[in-house]
């Protein structure tokens, strides 16, 4: 089963998903709430899909919490529940906007 919103969503509403110690750091870097987080997963959208990473499929995710645009590189973890690999807001030089990529 490839990651899919649905399941994003189905694990954050059951709280059966993991955040990795990276992604919670960066969370708190950022100032984001728990809730926050979540809010912005329930709601997001698949801007990047990255079917062949070594480590196991992953995809980016982006939604917003209070209009603030977060980024969630989400995965699966060994029992194939949500993992959050990390999560920052987006910003330049990296991303002109919350979609797109400054190449």
Known sequence: MSLTLAFIRNEVESQVYQISLHADDERLADGLSM?????????????????????????LALGFADKKPVHVVCGRN???????????????PKWKDPYTRNR
């Open 78 to 92: 060994r029992a194939r529940h949500l993992v959050l690999i990390t999560v920052y807001i987006p910003s330049t």
């Open 35 to 59: 809730a926050e987080l979540e809010s912005a997963l329930i709601s997001c959208e698949i801007i990047e899909h990255y079917p062949e990473d070594p480590r196991g499929e992953s995809c």
